[in-house]
């Protein structure tokens, strides 16, 4: 892996990532001011040096929301996307490996989960097992599951007719081995390239989840709360929006970065080019 | 005054250069054929004429044609120059139209363009020109899709396009390498008459010299984007004064060295049960005896005559199909199913090697499936080394799969990107009883690797840094590693050069002489099946219509299917003969 870092989008993605990821572990230990404590003295403050990103209308920092917010943003998408890769994969190489009924059986179900609005569906289980992150983090990984099953469906059947393919079958392999040995490798760029969207779209989705109150509950902040609460003082505080909405972008950001650098490394043909 | 002309072309892409100094002219009416290897820029001097190189591509030189400075033209003034003073056809028919629109729509396409043409008008002279290419409208209408068609009717439709609007230029990329030689002979016929008819100028590029000698009135040699040597086709072929040259004709009519007249003699004729006693060694099949197996050479071949006294053949099929379901035409009715491989049988002695021949989609590929195992034959029975192998699970086909390996077309193909040498090369170790230590692993790909002719070096690189020839080598190394009884290889040299074409066959020769692995080999081209195999099996419409010692069959074919390949299968010593007495 030393050559890994010589990939320039590899290399930004995983400094941007580990920043964002510093900020989340070091929130644990130490934030600029307690984000449970309300001083109404000083709400809505621009940003300033005793204040760097302002502060909201309880007179909370925005920085210490930031990087407390952060753990539960991270934690909800890649939880989700974990949910979704690990059940959404095998599910399509399965499909993709068997074919005939199996197949049809398992993507009209995908299509069935599909149909559903993924956010409705996402309320409709918080509203039964009532709000909170671990429910947030089920709702966003179960919709996450046919996304990744497509994705793996897709490449699968393409790789299966191509004559290596053929080769391994004359060696005698059977379905498993040839799926694990050929066929994963080879949709793993794929994989991981959707896991980069979906992991941003996890975080928007914990954002839209806690924007309607269904996320993680107050005073725990998160990234979507924030820009909930932001939503109505716009005009007075842009900050309570600007920071929380940057941070989601910059994360974002990273991780596509490091998906696409990953996607490039995982293959010989332009790894050795470089 | 000529049509074209090339002067001191050079072009690099990026910082590689491609060609460099390149001089060709072509006058009206005239076949100029530019023949090299792959990687040579062949292609690139097309694209250069017709303007359509990659963005990073810079030329200098000068490239005229009917009096227009082609470097210097804007893209507005070759646009209207592309598909109507010049056109272009294309090697891959499968993939040169577009699959969402019919084939009238993109012959009208280019003359609605050019001509400003009404919708009627240029669909009526697409339908002339479909007509002039051999489809007439009658059978096969304007509203065709590609897909209904097969690839030498796609070509024709492609020569359409190109020739819709009496170009006064055509370039031919390489028209024919993808076709088999009956329709290889077709369409070069057509390009032939298309030229005479219009006096059109015709850029001929191919890897095949055969081709070229029978079409091209003069021929240029490109290597490594020089040209070196060009002029008048007899006259460059006979007298060979550059070693290149006389390379690439050798290579061209190259016959892999190989068994004496003696061995040949002591074949037994097909299908006649072969005499018992003189030798009676079994054939070694035991897992232990298939590594014990001594190297010498004069160890094995004796063990491979004696093996073709055995008793039992190697592989026999017997009466064996493979219908594909028609298409549904209602809820309840299908048409007839196609029968792709219908009702063959045959058997194979151990350590021959014999050829399976018949045009495209003649079931040719189909039969290698069922003999593998890797598709189930809809009726007969197929058995190898003594026992039955259709219908069997997969755990009872791996003695089987151990004896029987396959090597395909396509050398880029055929490999997993992102596995390095070592395991490509491994994966039918697989199927052995025991499985191989890692160091005795590499050991075996060591040893398959040189047997071939790589070296042990190459295990830690990717399929992607080999070239093609190499791929091909890599692709028999896995085949042999498991040291099978038998090879079934698919077109195996047809995607490759005449030169890398020529070590293949020989290394194939190599293997069945000296390790007596016998190979079926499957092929549309007969120049392959003469010069490495025993017997020779014509297959037509999914039948097996001719068999026979491929000198009996090949010099005097019997069956109407035969007698077609035989008579369109390009020769360059032939072609040069007629070349010649064309001009005394």
């Given at each position: 892996m030393s050559g890994a870092f010589s990939n320039r989008s590899f290399l930004a993605g995983f400094l941007i990532t580990a920043l964002v990821a510093a900020m989340a572990l070091a929130s644990y230990l130490w934030t600029p001011y307690d984000v449970t404590k309300l001083v109404i003295a000083d709400k809505t403050q621009a940003p300033s040096p005793a204040h760097w990103f302002g502060t909201d209308h309880f007179g909370r920092d925005i920085l210490s929301m930031v990087m407390v917010g952060s753990r539960n943003s991270i934690a909800v998408a890649l939880v989700a996307v974990g949910i979704g890769m690990g059940a959404g994969v095998p599910l399509g190489l399965w499909a993709a490996a068997r074919g005939g009924f199996i197949d049809e059986a398992l993507m009209r179900l995908n299509d069935l989960v599909f149909a559903f609005p993924a956010l409705l569906s996402a309320i409709m289980i918080t509203a039964i097992f009532g709000p909170g992150a671990l429910n947030a983090i089920v709702a966003i990984g179960i919709f996450n599951i046919p996304v990744f099953a497509r994705v793996a469906r897709a490449g699968g059947l393409a790789v299966w007719p191509r004559e290596y393919i053929l080769a391994a079958r004359a060696a005698g392999k059977g379905g498993t081995a040839i799926t694990l040995e050929h066929i994963l490798p080879n949709i793993a760029t794929l994989i991981l390239v959707q896991g980069t969207i979906q992991f941003a779209l996890g975080i928007l989705a914990e954002a839209g989840l806690s924007y309607l109150g269904l996320g993680a509950q107050p005073p725990m902040p998160s990234w979507g709360r924030m820009l909930f609460d932001a939503q109505t003082k716009m005009a007075i505080a842009p900050w309570m929006a600007i920071f929380p909405g940057m941070a989601i972008v910059v994360t974002v950001l990273g991780l596509n970065l490091l998906g696409d650098g990953l996607a490039d490394i995982l293959d010989p043909k332009v790894r050795r080019r470089r | 005054m000529s049509l074209l002309d090339i002067e001191n072309l050079s072009l690099s892409i990026g910082e590689t250069p491609i060609l460099h100094e390149v001089n060709l002219s072509v006058g009206p009416g005239e076949i100029l054929g530019l023949v090299g290897e792959s990687g040579s820029g062949k292609s690139m001097t097309a694209l250069t004429v017709m303007q359509l190189l990659p963005g990073a591509a810079r030329a200098s030189g000068r490239v005229i044609f009917d009096g227009i400075d082609i470097l210097d033209a804007s893209e507005e003034k070759m646009c209207a120059l592309r598909g109507d003073a010049v056109g272009m056809v294309f090697q891959e028919p499968m993939t040169a139209l577009n699959p969402v629109k019919t084939i009238g729509e993109q012959v009208a396409e280019g003359i609605r363009w050019h001509l400003r043409a009404s919708r009627a008008e240029a669909e009526e002279r697409a339908a002339r020109i479909l007509d002039r290419v051999g489809l007439p409208p009658q059978k096969f209408p304007l509203a065709r899709y590609p897909h209904e068609l097969s690839g030498g009717q796609r070509q024709r439709v492609v020569i359409a396009i190109a020739c819709a609007l009496d170009p006064k230029l055509l370039i031919a990329d390489?028209?024919?390498?993808?076709?088999d030689v009956v329709l290889q002979a077709q369409i070069l016929d057509l390009l032939r008459d298309l030229v005479t008819e219009n006096r059109m100028g015709l850029l001929l590029i191919s890897h095949d010299l055969a081709v070229v000698t029978e079409m091209a009135d003069r021929i240029a040699i490109l290597r490594h984007g020089e040209v070196l040597e060009t002029g008048d086709t007899a006259r460059v072929l006979s007298e060979q004064v550059h070693p290149y040259t006389r390379q690439l004709a050798q290579a061209s009519m190259h016959v892999p060295a190989r068994r004496q007249a003696g061995t040949e003699a002591d074949l037994p004729p097909p299908l006649t049960p072969p005499h018992k006693g003189e030798r009676n060694e079994a054939l070694p099949t035991s897992p232990s005896s298939l590594w014990g197996g001594v190297r010498g050479g004069g160890e094995r071949s004796h063990d491979r005559s004696a093996s073709i006294k055995d008793a039992s053949p190697l592989l026999s099929v017997q009466s064996v199909s493979r219908l594909y379901p028609g298409r549904r035409t209602s809820l309840f009715s299908r048409e007839a199913p196609t029968r792709a491989v219908d009702d063959v049988s045959f058997s194979m002695q151990a350590g021959r090697s014999m050829a399976l021949v018949g045009r495209s989609g003649c079931g040719k590929s189909t039969l290698a499936r069922l003999i593998l195992a890797l598709d189930r034959p809809s009726a007969g029975e197929i058995s190898f080394l003594g026992r039955t192998v259709t219908g069997r699970s997969e755990a009872e086909l791996k003695p089987a799969r151990r004896n029987m390996q396959v090597v395909f077309q396509d050398p880029y193909g055929s490999f997993d990107p992102r596995h390095k040498a070592e395991r490509l090369v491994a994966e039918p170790l697989h199927v052995l009883e025991k499985k191989p230590s890692p160091a005795e692993r590499r050991d075996l790909v060591a040893e398959a690797l040189a047997e071939v002719g790589l070296s042990q070096s190459d295990m830690d690189k990717y399929a992607h840094e080999f070239s093609g020839g190499q791929r091909q080598r890599l692709s028999i190394a896995r085949a042999i590693i498991t040291r099978p009884k038998l090879v079934i290889a698919d077109e195996p040299v047809s995607a490759l050069d005449v030169s890398i074409r020529a070590q293949i066959l020989d290394l194939f020769a190599d293997l069945n002489g000296r390790l007596g692995i016998a190979i079926l080999f499957i092929t549309h081209d007969l120049t392959v099946a003469r010069a490495i195999t025993d017997e020779v099996m014509v297959m037509h419409e999914g039948r097996i219509v001719e068999r026979g010692r491929t000198s009996d069959v090949l010099d005097h074919p019997r069956s109407e299917a035969a007698k077609a390949l035989v008579g369109a299968a390009p020769d360059l010593g032939r072609a040069l003969a007629a070349r010649l007495g064309e001009q005394d």
């Open positions: - | 390489e028209p024919t390498t993808a076709l």
